[in-house]
């Protein structure tokens, strides 16, 4: 049996990892849960069912330590589709982040890198899906060649992450346990690919789901044993394989929970993976909790509930708003409020659409003296103070501190109160004229309105629109704010209709050199700032409009030397230019970041952590900390 495992180091150019002893397996013990069905036959011992060297966890974020099997986690979400929170704060991934935002393999035993384009993956030893059928290489090579290689299934190939210059890579089956993918250049997006919160799944349970592929099983047996009447095979298979949505019951998994209740319901009940892969240094078998409830409730209901002890861990539908109401809810409920570090670049920033169909206003947003107006116009600390009651960190929309990558400069830069130096900015483009109101007037003479487009209907965006309103006001323009829908939001920006919306900032916050920072370039249609470059880049040239600002062209040439940097002093050069580029030229108006995320933790709940960091990414909200390891006090 193997015992060793390479730690793996994503870094280009040499083999990662040096090689050490894997900690060793601690005496096993059964869990009670499962002991009278184990007494009886209808399951295994705990040692026939975890892998032959688990993960062996002997470090708790929360601080609390080893605990005790049993008990019941109770959440609410918002409807039905949040059956993929599941998938999303279980975070068990091939690789995955630590709190410490490193790399480590998780559901595999190791990985090697080799020249950034040879990857090669070790799973482990009798590691099974959750219904006890062995997790093996046949489970990538079947998603490989008959999924994502599939014509009917994936017209368009293989995800982006898997082409480098539009080509596939080589994939080689080893063993049952070892599986290879090389590159002919290197592939800088797949490790990250594999961490993400919404990973991409290089495997699939063939087992299961080739009884619902036509290559394998008859199209008319496929019809006849689906449910839901549908009329191919390819509707059948699409609907049943959901590893991100999770809400196919008879789906296996290798989450630490197993959905138990179909979609659509009110209570969703998760119980206990029996063949989980992790344990912990006394030898119980992870999670701790037994069962996880997902209870729907209207998202304006949830902070009431959780504050009168209807959940015993509520991370999601809460903000800062609510925690006076929660602090107070607390003293009789006896549930505890954390308050975790929210992880975006800025929690509202502005974008100035370069792409946009307006002319003028065009020739506006790409005079770079305008963007620094605007953004020196803010009084981002009483923004802060009035909003945020004084608990976030005026910035740029860019990195956090806690990132290896930040400089200080990247947040101040052009964002420090200056409405002098804001004015003097406006007055050499030349908008000097004003109406009688004193906003000032366009060289086509409409006043200088900017419609500002969002989607929010979070109370704390609109009230800092109004404050950004008052502050722009006394440079001479004025703002109005346009609230649509999340969809026709996205329709105008890519159109070139809006002249600047209003989101959330940059969702890579912390990054590491080995990050993708296609973020902060014009390289997809998501970029509110440059939709129309971003929709040429993703298209190919077939959509959109080609860069033409020099300034933000640079980026793209960024990106490519962190594609093909050879070190990751390469890429930790490249990231440096795009962050610095970024501040200087403000293509897009940070205001504040590191809210305050409430967390509401219940009484009995142990290894939560007091102080955390919550995001999208990395990290899958709570998934950094490992909900696995969170346990009740009995």
Request: aromatic share 10%; with cysteine; charged share 25%.
């Amino acid at each position: 049996m193997k015992r060793r495992v390479l730690t793996a180091a994503l870094v280009f150019g040499w083999m990662a990892g040096p090689v050490f002893a894997a900690d060793p397996v601690p005496a096993l013990k059964e869990t009670p849960m499962f002991a009278d069905q184990v007494k009886s036959g209808a399951l295994p011992p705990v040692d026939k069912r975890v892998p032959e060297q688990p993960w062996v966890v002997n470090y708790f974020a929360g601080g609390d330590g080893p605990g005790q099997q049993g008990g019941q986690l109770n959440m609410l979400v918002a409807s039905s589709r949040d059956t993929r929170l599941m998938t999303i704060f279980s975070y068990t991934r091939l690789i995955v982040y630590d709190d410490k935002f490193k790399l480590k393999p998780d559901i595999l035993e190791s990985y090697e890198e080799k020249d950034g384009r040879e990857f090669t993956f070790k799973l482990r030893a009798g590691h099974k899906w959750s219904d006890g059928h062995p997790f093996t290489t046949e489970d990538f090579r079947f998603f490989w060649e008959d999924v994502a290689n599939n014509k009917d299934l994936t017209a368009g190939g293989p995800n982006v992450e898997l082409l480098v210059d539009g080509q596939p890579p080589k994939v080689e089956i080893i063993d049952p346990l070892t599986i290879k993918y090389t590159w002919d250049k290197p592939n800088p997006y797949f490790i990250e690919s594999q961490a993400r919160a919404a990973p991409l799944f290089l495997y699939r349970p063939a087992h299961y789901l080739k009884k619902f592929h036509a290559k394998y099983t008859p199209e008319a047996e496929i019809l006849k044993s689906a449910r839901g009447g549908q009329q191919s095979w390819v509707s059948i298979y699409r609907r049943l394989d959901v590893m991100y949505a999770n809400d196919n019951v008879d789906l296996p998994t290798l989450n630490p929970w197993v959905g138990t209740t179909a979609s659509p319901a009110q209570r969703f009940v998760y119980l206990r993976n029996p063949y989980y892969h992790r344990i912990d240094e006394k030898g119980q078998q992870l999670p701790y909790v037994d069962q996880v409830i997902f209870t729907v409730a209207a998202a304006n209901l949830v902070p009431a509930k959780a504050g009168l002890g209807e959940a015993n861990l509520q991370p999601r539908y809460l903000n800062m708003r609510d925690y006076t109401f929660l602090q107070k809810s607390a003293q009789t409920s006896g549930v505890n409020v954390r308050l975790w570090e929210a992880g975006s670049g800025s929690q509202l920033a502005l974008y100035p659409n370069l792409t946009t169909n307006d002319a003028e206003w065009r020739k506006l947003m790409r005079d770079v003296r305008f963007r620094r107006a605007l953004s020196l116009a803010i009084d981002r600390e009483e923004l802060n103070q009035v909003v945020y009651i004084g608990l976030a960190r005026p910035s740029n929309n860019t990195i956090m501190p806690r990132s290896e990558l930040f400089k200080p400069e990247y947040a101040t830069k052009w964002a420090e109160y200056d409405p002098k130096l804001a004015n003097k900015l406006l007055d050499e483009i030349g908008l000097t004229k004003k109406d009688s109101q004193g906003i000032r007037l366009l060289p086509d003479g409409r006043p200088a309105t900017i419609v500002v487009e969002h989607a929010s209907e979070e109370t704390e965006d609109s009230d800092a629109l109004t404050l950004i309103a008052d502050n722009w006001k006394k440079i001479g323009i004025k703002m109005l704010t346009k609230p649509q829908t999340r969809d026709n939001f996205r329709l105008r920006t890519s159109s070139g209709e809006a002249i600047m919306t209003a989101f959330a900032g940059a969702v890579t916050a912390v990054p590491t050199p080995n990050t993708s920072p296609k973020e902060f370039a014009p390289t997809m249609l998501g970029g509110l700032q440059w939709s129309r470059w971003g929709m040429f880049v993703e298209s190919k040239g077939r959509q959109g409009e080609k860069c033409d600002l020099e300034s933000a062209c640079k980026l793209l040439d960024y990106v490519k030397e962190w594609e093909t940097g050879a070190t990751e002093e390469d890429r930790r050069k490249a990231w440096d230019k795009i962050l610095a580029t970024n501040a200087d030229e403000v293509f897009s108006i940070g205001t504040v970041n590191g809210v305050r995320q409430p967390v509401v933790v219940g009484p009995n709940v142990r290894n939560v952590p007091k102080e955390g960091y919550y995001a999208w990414d990395p990290g899958g909200y709570i998934g950094l900390y490992q909900p696995d390891t969170f346990w009740i006090a009995q």
